[in-house]
């Protein structure tokens, strides 16, 4: 059976590269590869640290070579993309060279702001192909002269619905209470303040799920003392299904994502969503999807009076119809069809 290698910064743990990673290497197993996750941080097979994010030297070239070199198919998950540990991603590129490589773009050096200045990132090689999950990425490597291939991340859209008793139980919310979810990391462009702001319009609990990154523990820290509404920090007990099940609401009011996963999986569970203006909002809004603005809440909160469950499963719909598991994997094979690359 041919070997497929994933190979990011980490892997397995619930930030959206991991949680998109994870559902590749099913969609590579399924279409007949024998899967290899290979990072410095987190869950995989093989732990390289001169992988992770924070690591002080990039991995030996010996090291790569037992890891990467009986791969046939070798998917680099953002670490050619964001600049987040330059030595690794340039030690990695020249272990690929002329190999057939995947290089899966989450985000762009210059879609962020302290990493406009980078101009070595992604790299190409004739061998190689590109894939992003917006068509924003996708036009602006373009532009670069770098051919990309959009593939949109793909989720269970028939997924159970959580166990919303038990979750708002274990966490302490009451019957009466309103519950709105933050399914994100605690970084700045993810907009804690409009999230909390949100949720003292409608008078509702803040739940944020991930933790804080980038430096961001202290802001953090000021902005839930300081807030006028009751707030939750922490990890849905049961999983992602029951956090959604728990909440009546979610916020989303990032600056900038590369995709969104929130706004898919708010559509799959059923629940209101308030999305920010960020650009590939904007990308995926144009398919259909009915939001609410989180600058004003006094939409959303005429909704919680009085839901329209129509509104609800017509999201469902999109959701399933665009981003399902089978639709990501169909143009996946697609892809690696076109490439000689398919088993």
Known sequence: MPVAALVSFR???PDGVSVVAARWAR????????????????????????????APAP???????????????VVVENLLSLPLNPDAAHAVAAALRGRPTLV????????????????????????????TINDLSRRQLAERHIRATTIYNGF?????????????????????????????RAIERKDVPAALRLCEELDATYWLWGPAE????????RLLERARCRTI????????????????????????????????????????????????AR?????????????????????????????????HRLAARHFSHAAMRARLARLLDEAGWLP
Request: glycine letters at 12%; a negative charge.
């Open 11 to 13: 892997l397995g743990m």
């Open 27 to 54: 969609a590579l197993a399924e279409l007949g590869f024998d899967v290899r996750t290979v990072a410095g941080d987190g869950v995989a097979h093989v732990l390289l640290p001169g992988l992770a994010i924070d």
């Open 59 to 73: 991995p030996a070239p010996g090291e790569l070579a037992a890891a990467l070199d009986d791969a046939d198919l």
């Open 104 to 131: 899966h773009h989450h985000d762009l050096p210059w879609q962020r702001a302290r990493f406009a200045h980078v101009r070595d990132l992604p790299p190409d090689e004739p061998a190689w192909r590109h894939v």
């Open 156 to 184: 269970d859209t028939d997924e159970p619905p959580g166990d919303r008793a038990a979750t708002r139980s274990a966490l302490g919310v009451g019957d009466g209470e309103r519950l709105v979810a933050h399914p994100v």
């Open 214 to 221: 980038e430096g961001y523990g202290p802001t953090l820290a």
């Open 233 to 280: 920090h922490g990890s849905p007990p049961g999983g992602v299904a029951d956090g959604y099940a728990a909440a009546d609401a979610v916020a989303f009011p990032s600056t900038w994502e590369g995709f969104g996963n929130p706004v898919v999986e708010s559509a799959i569970h059923r629940r209101p969503i308030a999305v920010g203006g960020y650009p590939v």
């Open 283 to 315: 990308e995926l809004a144009a398919l259909g999807f009915r939001w609410f603005d989180p600058a004003d809440g006094r939409g959303l909160a005429a909704f919680l009076r009085r839901p329209d469950p129509g509104l609800l499963e017509h999201n």
